[in-house]
């Protein structure tokens, strides 16, 4: 299936490794002109070798803590008229709600939710202008069903898909869309330190965390990057246009609502 993506120009976040490297690697398939954005150089450079070696058009990076106004200013220099963006972090930290000062929100609102909206407002009126854009959120499963233990991530998520909810509506009459990806479970370095997280608050050991987890999941298992990856590069599609403000859950079917 030709995606008609060939030669778009894509923004990355958080691409070097997980979900957002997931991504990357499937625009990469359809050739498409990819710049990646991490803070660790060595592995955005790693990630540019095989995001050539995938078929993309180009690969760049820039070294960058996108969650900053420096990092997203680095960004926007080196490149701004993106048809593809895909924005993406680390999320915030665990924990309830009652160990958390105003401070920790406002760094988790900050990354989470003002990081998204900021980049899509760099972006959203150019794609507006030349008829055609992708915009990607990769977000959380705890929009629809809040995950014990990450209050933060609970909270200024859902912040960020109801704003995006209303933009999207605005955007679509242009040919640019806006969605999110809600990922449940999936194998990456970042839900292994959740697991660890959980093991030294409750003593109980990762390995034995994540089999209990599993037990209880209907698909008896972790998702894979690659499989998130090819959902991105779908709703990037030419095919997808009317898929707009949508809110796409990943989770092998663990969110019991119908
Ligand atoms: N994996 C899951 O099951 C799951 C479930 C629900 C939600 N999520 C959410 O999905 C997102 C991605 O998760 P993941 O599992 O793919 O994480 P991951 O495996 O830890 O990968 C995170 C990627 O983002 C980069 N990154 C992190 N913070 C950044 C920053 N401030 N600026 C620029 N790049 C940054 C990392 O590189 P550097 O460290 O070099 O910057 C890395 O490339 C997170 O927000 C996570 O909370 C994941």
């Known amino acids: 299936m030709d995606l008609g993506l060939k030669n778009k120009r894509a923004l990355v976040c958080g691409a070097s490794a997980g979900l957002g490297l997931a991504c990357a690697e499937a625009l990469a398939r359809e050739g498409v002109h990819i710049l990646s954005v991490a803070r660790r150089e060595e592995l955005l450079k790693t990630t540019c070798a095989s995001l050539l070696e995938l078929g993309a058009a180009?690969?760049?990076?820039?070294s960058a803590d996108i969650t900053t106004e420096e990092g997203r200013k680095a960004v926007f220099q080196m490149q701004s008229d993106f048809d593809i963006v895909i924005t993406n972090a680390g999320g915030p930290m665990q924990g309830d709600f009652r160990g958390f000062k105003r401070e920790d929100w406002l760094k988790a609102m900050d990354a989470n939710m003002l990081t998204p909206i900021e980049i899509t407002k760099r972006v959203?009126?150019?794609?507006?202008?030349?008829?055609?854009?992708?915009i990607v959120h990769i977000t959380s499963s705890g929009v629809k069903q809040a995950v014990p233990g990450l209050d933060l991530s609970n909270g200024v998520r859902a912040g960020l898909t109801g704003f995006m909810a209303g933009l999207a509506r605005s955007a679509v009459q242009s040919g640019v869309t806006i969605n999110q990806l809600l990922p449940g479970t999936?194998?990456?370095d970042r839900l292994a330190s959740n697991f660890k997280a959980q093991s030294q608050r409750t003593g109980i050991d990762a390995q034995t965390l994540l089999t209990q987890r599993l037990q209880k999941h209907p698909a008896k298992r972790?998702?894979?990057?690659?499989?998130?990856g090819a959902m991105c590069a779908f709703l990037c599609s030419q095919y997808?246009?009317?898929?707009?403000?949508?809110?796409?859950?990943?989770?092998?079917?663990?969110?019991?609502?119908?």
């Open 58 to 62: 180009s690969a760049t990076w820039c």
């Open 186 to 188: 999936f194998d990456t």
């Open 124 to 134: 959203l009126d150019g794609m507006m202008q030349r008829g055609f854009g992708r």
């Open 222 to 228: 972790l998702g894979r990057p690659e499989e998130l």
């Open 240 to 258: 997808a246009g009317y898929i707009n403000g949508q809110n796409i859950l990943m989770d092998g079917g663990s969110y019991l609502g119908v």
